[in-house]
C-alpha cells in the first residue's frame, strides 16, 4: 500500500511539471512520450518518514529463549514517532539484556506437573534492573531469574505448583503458589492471574506480605502499602528481592547519573501546584482481580 | 474528521499544488523524493509531521472447510469483493544448490523420535569435569602415575640441554615469532607445542618406536554410546592427533580395574547430565571412527542453532591406515568468540574427546555390543594448554558398556593446571617505580616439560 501511494504520488509529480513549465511543455511532452495519461491524479498525503533504521525494536522480537545477553538499542525516551515522550533519559554506559523468565512455574517439556528443584548457578548484577539476576540450572535447561536476598551460588530452589492442605514451611529463593504459604511469609514476584508471569514486587530490596487467604483466593500487601486480592494458584517466591541496600546508595556526582542514563531535569524553577508536599490519605481500596462468575440476569 | 488529519490532508495536498516547483532543490535527480527524509515545507504555517497512527491490526481471514473462495485470480486483476487467490509456493523444476531449503526436520530421512545428544567441540558442560565422568563412567584420580613420570627421568630419557633448549622454545614462540610487538594468544599457543613436540621428536635417534608415528591435524572424530536410554555422540574436529602404529600398553593393573566397579559416580542433582549438550532428532546411528575428512569436503560447524539435524560426514580413516592407534591428543584453545571455555570446562572437553576416540578404536576392534570388561583396555593420553598451563590427562578404557551406573568403570589421571613458566613478559611489569616482573622469560618450570616428555616417550622407551 505504501509502495502504491509512493508511485501514485510519484506520478503526480512527474505529471505536473510540464503543466507549470508551460514554455517548455512541447519539449516535456515529447521527452516522457506516451507514458503520460490525460488526467492528474489526486494523491493522498503520505508520510516520507517510513521506518527509520533507529526505531527497529528487533532485539524485542526474539522467540527462542536464551540466556545468552542480548544487545539492546537505546530508545533515549523516544516513541515510535521519534519525538520524545518521556523525559530525562538518555545517554548512558552500554548495556546488554538477559532475557529473565518471570514465569517460575514454567514445567520442561516431558515433566509436566511435578515439582521440581534447580540449582543457582551464579548471582550477578544486571544493568537493566534494580535487582540482582540469579543464573538456576534445572534438568536440561538454565535460566536467569530475580535473585532473592540471601541466594547464593550452589544454593537448590524449588518450585510447586501444588497446594496442600497444610501451609508449607517454605525456605527463602522457593516459589509457591499463594494457597500453599503461610499467612505472613515475605513474598516477592508476584503474578496476579495464574500463568502470566509475575508483574509486581520485583524491585530491590521490596517484598510483599501475605495477609490472609479468604476461600480461593489471597490478599497480599504490596511495598507500597496497597492490597491487592488474588487467586491462590498464582505463583510467588518466598524472601525478599536482592539488592537490599539498593535504597542506601549515593550518586555522589551529577556524572554517576548519566553513566545510569539519567538526563538532568529541565533547570527552570516553577511554582510547584497541588500535587507537591506530603499528602496523607486513606489507602485505596483493595484491589480485586479476579474474574468472578458474572451472575445473569435470568 | 479529526482536525488532525484534515490539517494533514491541506498540507499534502499543498505538498502537490503549485509550490511544489519549488522544492525542486529537495528532489533528487531522477525527479523522485530522498527517502527517509521529513519533508518540511517551510511555506505552509502549520505542522506538518503529524502523529502516525498506530499500525491496523490486518482483519483475521476465516477459514470455512468446504466453502469455496471466488477469487480474482480467473480475472487476472484485482476486483472488490473477491478474495485474494492462492497458489501453491512456486518450486524451481530444477536443482539448485544455491537456492536450496533443506525441509523440516520431521521429513528428513534420518529423522528418528528419540533424541540423541551430541558433545561437539564447542560444548561447554554446566558441570565440567563431573559431568564428564558421569558421561563417560570414568573414575577421574587427581595427579599422573608416578611411574610416567619417572619415565622422564632417567638420564636416556632427557633431551641434552634440555632445558635451555626448552626456554629457548618458550622464547621463540613468546616473543621472536611475530613483527608486531607482541604474538596473540592463539599463535604463541600454536608455535609453542609445535615446537615442543619438536623437541620431543629429535630423540628418535635413540628411542626408534617414535617415529612409527604422524600428527594429523583437524581430524573428525565421532562415537556412538548409549548411557542409560539415552543415545550420546561425539562429534567434532578438534586440535591435534599423534597417532601410532602401536597400541599404548594398560597403566593401571586389573586388581585396580576390578576396584574401580566400587566407586560410585558423583551425581549432581538437580542438574540433569545432558545439559548443555546438543539435542538432534536427525542423526545417523552407529557412527564410529576417527580421521581426516575426505579431502574437498567444506568445513564442518557445528551451530549452536536451533537446527537439530545434523548431517553426517565421510568416512574417516579408510580401513588399511598405518597409524590407528591414537596415541596423545594435543588441544588448544580455540580463538571462536563464541565458545570461550573455562578450564574446567576445557578439560571436561578433554576427557570427552579422549574418550570418544578411545571408544571409536574399542568399538572397531571389540565390535559395537556393550563389553563389559576389555581384555587389552584402551590407553589414551591428551594434553592441554593455553601456552602457559597445561592440563595432562590419561585415559585407560576398560569397558564399553556404559548402559548403567554400576559395574566396572574408566579409569582417567587428571594432572591440572600445571604452569611452565610464570611470566614471559614483553614489557617489564612495573608499580610505583619498582620492577615486579621482569622482562622475558621469568619463573621456568622443568617439571612440566618432563612431564610432557614422559607422555610422548610413554610406549617408545
Partial sequence: MALSCLTRALRSLTLSQPTLLSSQAPVAHLKLGALVPSTVSQCRGFLITASLKQNRRNWKQMDKYTIRPIGMKKTGGRDHTGKIRTRGIGGGHKQRYRWVDFQRLRYEPNKEDQPFEEKVVEVRYDPCRSADIALIAGGNRKRWIIATEKMQAGDIIKTSGVIERMAVSANEGDAYPLGALPVGTLVNNLEIQPGRGSEYIRAAGTSGILLRKVNGTAIVQLPSKQQVQVLETCMVTVGRVSNIDHNKRIIGKAGRNRWLGIRPSSGLWKRKGGWAGRKIKPLPPMKSYINLPLISAN | ?461
Avoid at chain 2, 401 to 416: P, T
Fill in chain 2, 1 to 461: 474528521m479529526i482536525p488532525e488529519a484534515t490539517r494533514y490532508l491541506k498540507a499534502t495536498v499543498s505538498l502537490f499544488s503549485p509550490n511544489i516547483f519549488l522544492n525542486a532543490s529537495k528532489l533528487s535527480a531522477h525527479g523522485a523524493p530522498s527517502s527517509l527524509q521529513t519533508r518540511r515545507n517551510l511555506r505552509v504555517s502549520h505542522c506538518l509531521a503529524a502523529k502516525v497512527p498506530p499500525p491496523k491490526k490486518p482483519r483475521e481471514k476465516v477459514e470455512i472447510p468446504g466453502l469455496e473462495m471466488v477469487t480474482y485470480g480467473d480475472r487476472m486483476h484485482y476486483v472488490p469483493g473477491l478474495a485474494k487467490p492462492v497458489y501453491p509456493p512456486w518450486e524451481m523444476s530444477f536443482k539448485d544448490p544455491r537456492y536450496y531449503r533443506s525441509p523440516p526436520a520431521q521429513e528428513m530421512a534420518l529423522y528418528k523420535d528419540k533424541p540423541c545428544y551430541i558433545f561437539n567441540q564447542r560444548t561447554s558442560i554446566l558441570e565440567g569435569v563431573r559431568q564428564a565422568a558421569w558421561l563417560t563412567k570414568t573414575q577421574v584420580s587427581p595427579g599422573l602415575l608416578p611411574h610416567l613420570i619417572s619415565l622422564a627421568a632417567k638420564p636416556e630419557n632427557q633431551l641434552p640441554d634440555q632445558d635451555e633448549r626448552v626456554q629457548n622454545a618458550i622464547k621463540h614462540s613468546r616473543f621472536w615469532d611475530t613483527t608486531e610487538p607482541r604474538p596473540r594468544k592463539e599463535r604463541y599457543s600454536n608455535t609453542l607445542l609445535l615446537n615442543l613436540l619438536h623437541l620431543c621428536a629429535s630423540l628418535q635417534p635413540t628411542h626408534p618406536a617414535v617415529g612409527r608415528r604422524i600428527l594429523a591435524e583437524n581430524y573428525s572424530l565421532a562415537a556412538t554410546w548409549k548411557r542409560g536410554e539415552d543415545l550420546f555422540q561425539i562429534r567434532g574436529r578438534n586440535g591435534l592427533l599423534h597417532c601410532s602404529m602401536d597400541p599404548l600398553p594398560r597403566i593401571c593393573g586389573e586388581q585396580e580395574v576390578l576396584e574401580t566397579s566400587d566407586w560410585v559416580l558423583e551425581s549432581f542433582y538437580p542438574v540433569s547430565p545432558t545439559i548443555d549438550l546438543q539435542q538432534v532428532s536427525v542423526y545417523k546411528e552407529e557412527m564410529n571412527y576417527t580421521g581426516e575428512s575426505p579431502p574437498g569436503f567444506p568445513e564442518m560447524e557445528l551451530s549452536w542453532s536451533s537446527s537439530n539435524h545434523l548431517s553426517p560426514i565421510g568416512s574417516g580413516f579408510r580401513g588399511e591406515y598405518p597409524y590407528p592407534h591414537a596415541h596423545t591428543l594435543y588441544f588448544l584453545e580455540t580463538s571462536d568468540p563464541n565458545c570461550k571455555l573455562r578450564p574446567e570446562q576445557f578439560r571436561a572437553k578433554m576427557i570427552m574427546f579422549t574418550f570418544g576416540n578411545a571408544l571409536a578404536r574399542a568399538h572397531k576392534l571389540y565390535g559395537t555390543q556393550p563389553q563389559s570388561l576389555l581384555e587389552c583396555p584402551i590407553t589414551v593420553q591428551a594434553v592441554g594448554t593455553n601456552g602457559r598451563i597445561f592440563q595432562f590427562l590419561v585415559f585407560q578404557l576398560n569397558t564399553t558398556d556404559l548402559s548403567g551406573d554400576d559395574g566396572i568403570k574408566n579409569q582417567a589421571w587428571l594432572d591440572e593446571d600445571v604452569e611452565l613458566y610464570d611470566f614471559a613478559k614483553v614489557r617489564p611489569f612495573i608499580k610505583r617505580k619498582e620492577v615486579k616482573v621482569p622482562a622475558g622469560l621469568a619463573g621456568y618450570k622443568p617439571e612440566t616439560f618432563s612431564k610432557f616428555l614422559a607422555l610422548y616417550l610413554h610406549g617408545a622407551a
